[in-house]
């Protein structure tokens, strides 16, 4: 008898989220000098998906300096309308026009920060998808959820509210970021086992919202106080399938070195 195919890998995503960080013509030299670095990388089967996500001012400059590199452009938010009388917000197929291929959508500093809710992040899914963008949905608990003991069921309440109702072929063109707001921006990393407890819940919360098969073929990332230095024991987990990195992408050489980490974990 034939040995059975090797099931395909989920793709490992590594996401660089500059939040509030670098002006135009700064984006544009860091973008530069991670495309340099790339392309003097060895080609690699096990190479991330990288994506860089700056502020909407400064997606222009980086989407340039990105050209033929390989890397991908996102965006750190959308609106839900297509268009309209939405001062100040960002629609999706502006972000398409100007190169961008992914969206951050529901970040917690999104949803702490701005009162942004469950259901407007579902919106906000489902019009990535409609102007052909691809969707990092952010889940993750805060610091007084956890002690609570409360991680399991805001987890599922967000992925619940978030994917209810979408087809499954939809849900698989999405990836999730498990990112515990008491870990972003604080140094302290979940641990690898953490990482991997939340990933699970995820995984057999998508199952039971969209069907058998939908978790296994999410992409899921972890987010928060991902560095240079935790990076290859988070990717070890393998449920853990990249990362959404915030301070240490901000440098070139400490986000590189993330990605290089992607890329030895297979
Ligand atoms: P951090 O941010 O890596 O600075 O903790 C992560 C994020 O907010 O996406």
């Known amino acids: 008898m034939s040995a059975p195919a090797p099931v395909a890998r989920r793709p490992r995503i590594v996401a660089g989220n500059w939040k509030m960080h670098r002006t135009s013509p700064e984006g544009a030299a860091l973008a530069r000098e991670l495309a340099s670095l790339n392309a003097a990388d060895p080609a690699s089967a096990t190479a991330p998906v990288v994506v860089l996500c700056p502020a909407a001012p400064v997606l222009e400059s980086v989407s340039r300096a990105l050209a033929g590199s390989g890397m991908a452009l996102g965006a750190q938010n ?19 026009a100007v190169g961008c291929t992914w969206v951050i959508v529901g970040h917690s500093e999104r949803r702490h920060g701005m009162g942004e809710t469950d259901a407007q992040v579902a919106a906000k899914l489902r019009a990535a998808q409609r102007d052909g963008l691809t969707p990092i949905v952010c889940v993750g608990e805060t610091l007084a959820e956890r002690e609570k003991g409360e991680t399991e069921a805001v987890l599922v309440r967000q992925v619940t509210v978030a994917y209810h109702g979408l087809a499954m072929a939809a849900a ?8 515990p707001v ?6 302290k990393v979940a641990t690898p086992e953490q990482a991997r407890d939340a990933h699970k819940v995820v ?11 939908a978790g296994q073929a999410t992409a899921i990332l972890y987010g928060g106080s991902v560095n240079a230095g935790n990076a290859a024991s988070l990717f070890a987990e393998a449920d853990v399938d990249g990362a959404l ?18 890329s030895a974990a297979g």
């Open 78 to 96: 959308l609106h839900s309308e297509p268009q309209g009388a939405f001062t100040g917000e960002v629609a999706g197929a502006m972000l398409r």
């Open 245 to 262: 990195v915030g301070g240490a992408s901000l440098e070139a050489a400490s986000f590189w070195k993330i990605v290089s980490a992607a």
């Open 203 to 213: 995984r057999v919360t998508l199952d039971r919202v969209l069907g058998a098969g």
């Open 182 to 187: 008491w870990a972003i921006g604080t140094g």
């Open 172 to 179: 698989r063109a999405t990836a999730i970021a498990y990112e």
